[in-house]
């Protein structure tokens, strides 16, 4: 890897960063809030597109790192850790919104669809794991179906929104995108205003990732579990505060599209790894402890649709208890393998 920070420039780094982080997250939530009414992409689609495409781009550049670096474990390791911990993230928000359930309240079939999805594109890196013979160039064909079944999950999402042939029970808890556009800023404005945003997440994200491997060469940890824990949590805390701050605006079904979609464009990561990885195909080369990060981050994404579909209304509901719970085991069992 690249030379990383010292102890005291990464916290600072850290510190500056969450502080940037914290006062741009409700701006960001707030602005793709006005452009889901703005552009009638509804606040899911919005959600995944604008939220999780900004937000993933400190996992972007801490995952480019990792693979130039010739860690394969580290670079796949950050991704999947990516979407596990924004995943948990919810549970914390749960705890936030104390109206009701949040799956329940946030009730989406773009959401739903977006889990089953990412469900989808998590299992070809294990199909890729399995058949580490398989290679084009230096990289597994794998690779190049995480793209195409991103792609084909969007043409789902458009087809449904056109043609829903469900829909979610409406509850008093449930709250819905009414479409209404009440921002009185041009479109060109608020894409302007996305974009500034975009930058400084960008930037800072870079910060983040440079502070969190500042982090990682002190602590001695395995690269697998070290890219699944410490770097993913500081390279996610742009989805977890704007997570926060659609909540608090009442935008709940755009900040849970925010965390699948981000968790969508962190599956599109491992894609990225493999191609920066230069050593061969980076499945040939990473540890069982892999293996155990990928099951573990399925089961989670698993029992966020099932949350989604059940809708517990009271409480944190049984994914607001299963989903840290699966985590925390993922993270004992690859350290256990590894």
Not at 176 to 188: I, K
Not at 286 to 299: F, W, Y
């Amino acid at each position: 890897m690249t030379e990383t920070w010292g102890l005291l420039p990464s916290i600072i780094g850290l510190a500056g960063a969450v502080v940037v982080l914290g006062l741009a997250g409700t701006r960001l939530a707030r602005t793709a809030d006005e452009l889901a009414d703005r552009t009638g992409l509804g606040e899911a689609v919005a959600g995944a597109l604008f939220l999780g495409a900004v937000t993933s781009l400190p996992g972007i550049l801490t995952t480019i790192t990792g693979a130039l670096g010739g860690d394969a474990d580290f670079a796949l390791a950050n991704p999947i850790g990516g979407v596990a911990i924004q995943t948990v993230w919810l549970a914390i928000a749960d705890l936030v919104y104390r109206r009701a359930n949040l799956e329940h309240a946030a009730a989406s079939l773009d959401n739903l669809l977006q889990s089953l999805v990412l469900v989808a594109m998590l299992s070809l890196p294990i199909l890729a794991y399995a058949t580490p013979g398989l290679v084009i160039g230096w990289f597994h064909p794998a690779t190049l179906l995480i793209p195409i079944f991103y792609a084909y999950g969007l043409r789902l999402m458009r087809q449904m929104r056109q043609a829903p042939m469900w829909s979610p029970r409406m509850t008093r808890d449930t709250r819905t995108d009414d479409g209404e556009d009440r921002s009185t800023s041009s479109t060109r404005r608020l894409w302007t205003t996305l974009a500034v945003l975009a930058v400084i997440v960008g930037v800072t994200g870079w910060v983040i990732g440079q502070a969190g491997l500042g982090l990682i060469a002190v602590t001695g940890w395995p690269s697998s579990v070290t890219g699944f824990t410490i770097t993913t949590i500081v390279s996610s805390l742009p989805e977890l505060i704007t997570l926060l701050a659609a909540v608090r605006i009442g935008a709940l079904t755009l900040g849970v599209g925010g965390i699948i979609g981000g968790n969508v464009f962190d599956t599109l990561m491992i894609a990225i790894a493999d191609a920066f990885y230069l050593d061969g195909t980076i499945y040939a080369n990473v540890g069982p402890s892999s293996l155990v990060l990928l099951g573990g981050t399925i089961l989670i994404t698993a029992v966020l649709a099932a949350g989604l579909v059940v809708r517990d209304r009271r409480g944190i509901g049984f994914e607001g208890i299963g989903l840290p719970a699966i985590y925390l085991a993922t993270v004992g069992g690859a350290l256990w393998v590894g």
